[in-house]
């Protein structure tokens, strides 16, 4: 099988051939011997024999600043039909050396659909349509996000991976449930490469300006920058903001760089942690642009081995924008019969990877494994369960940079203590805190509940937590990461608890009051078919409960519609 992909969302206008002699129906080509599951391993990163991946790029570079739309568009519409051509080429010599004889190169057109820019997102459509309508193939529209996911996937062998896409435009973090791919976490302001380079814009460096924030840091200082992590969702513009000031400030511009990587990525690699443990996974890929930085790299590598999971990079030209990821996928969902009539071809420049129909086989979910009695690797603690006690251990993440990570363990500890005992003060469920020992970042709580939420979820329950956040927002703080698994349930409906309040903080702000629930929504999504339904209930038990619920509850919708999908 051969496959023409052809991709142009904003910068890079790259047409790519894929070419596998395995049966893309069997799925038994994702699962490479010896493939690379660690970012600084030395075995190569290359398809095998049976596979081959011929890329043609021809990138746009700004003369300054970032991405102009109009420039972009320009640049695709000379450059996408000579790619385009050159990749076709490539398809018939290889058509003619292995003795083919058909009027056809390739076996489909594969395009990315979006998202990106519309400008540049039709061009590349309508020369899909061209090539597909000229040799008579089938047509197959790809999300760029999802993409990112699959050719790390496919060059890894992983079963079900969580993906972390670190891109331009976008940041996020991925898992696979049920046909779809649920996004369990997202940047709540901007992508996390657009945010690097207006840092680098306001130092009057050219675009891109990730690698060379990557250079300078190599001989900095690290200097504290704002932390913003709210569950599994994250948010950069403070950070920048912050990193500015501290050049405009005298900063060394190396030190500032040092600081802002080893924020920004620790901030990622967290909410990868987060996911996997959510999800119960093992298994995480790295996708987009942004995933190059070394340092990125050495931290995600760092943070799966603490935990025991295993984690893959794919080479360099996979992880920034390239046909070749669409070619891939678009193969994939060739073999699945998942191809599209020209009339229905349209683009979507918002097109959110959630929305995306997982018609190829996208490996299953991990079985989860009783936990009572063990020492359970959470996302940021060890939790030792005893008879009638639980212990919480902060330990060092060896990943996070020394400074930050001993601050992030002090705070969280403080503020769990703290917000726990409030939230009981206020009437809501919370386990009693027998000890707190704050030099070794180790809390002592009442052993409460049989069962994680996600594990025992119902209407009535999720309805309680609604009523719980509601309280505490009343109250003037929020718990800051209100996951199913930070939910213990009793044998009873009523028996509803609210547990791991280290990311609370005290506001009265209904933005913060809406990122509460937008977490819990998130993490239903990512843990049930029956999310919506239960959302729906959610929202009607804090709408009743909360002074404040309708004008907090609009917020959640204005959050929900952010998505940096463009």
Known sequence: MRILGIEGTAWAASAAVFETREDERSESSGRRAGAQRHANSDVPTTASDDDHVFI?????????????PREAAEHMGEAVPEVVETALAHARERAAAAGEDTGAPVDAVAFSRGPGLGPCLRIVATAARAVAQRLDVPLVGVNHMVAHLEVGRYFSGFDAPVCLNASGANAHVLGYRSGRYRVLGETMDTGVGNAIDKFTRHLGWSHPGGPKVEEHARDGEYVDLPYVV?????SFSGIMSAAKQAVDDDEAIENVCRGLEETVFAMLAE???????LTDADELVLGGGVGQNQRLQSMLAEMCDQRGADFFAPEPRFLRDNAGMIAILGARMYAAGDTLPIEASGIDSDYRPDQVDVTWNAGEPVARAGHDGDEIQGAE????????????????RSYRHPVLDERLRAERTRQEARL???????????PVIHDVDLAADRIVFQRVGEAELRDALTEQRVRAVGRHLATIHDAGFVHGDPTTRNVRVGP?????????????????DEEDHAMD????????????????????????????????GGAVLDQLAAIEGRGRYQ
Do not use: N, W
């Open 492 to 508: 009873g409906d009523p028996s509803t608890f609210l547990i791991d309040f280290g990311l609370g903080y005290y506001t009265r």
């Open 230 to 234: 709210k569950g599994m969702d994250f």
């Open 420 to 430: 726990t005992s409030e939230a009981r003060r206020h009437g809501v469920p919370t």
């Open 271 to 277: 909410v990868a942690e987060r996911a996997l443990s």
């Open 517 to 548: 629930l937008h977490v819990l929504d998130q993490s239903l999504a990512g843990t049930t078919d029956e999310a919506e339904d239960l959302q729906t209930a959610l929202a009607a038990a804090y709408r009743a409960t909360s002074e404040r």
């Open 56 to 68: 043609e790029t021809d990138a746009y570079q700004p003369e300054s600043g970032g991405i102009h």
């Open 381 to 396: 603690a060890v939790v030792t369960i005893e008879d009638d006690r639980v212990i919480k251990e902060r330990r060092p």
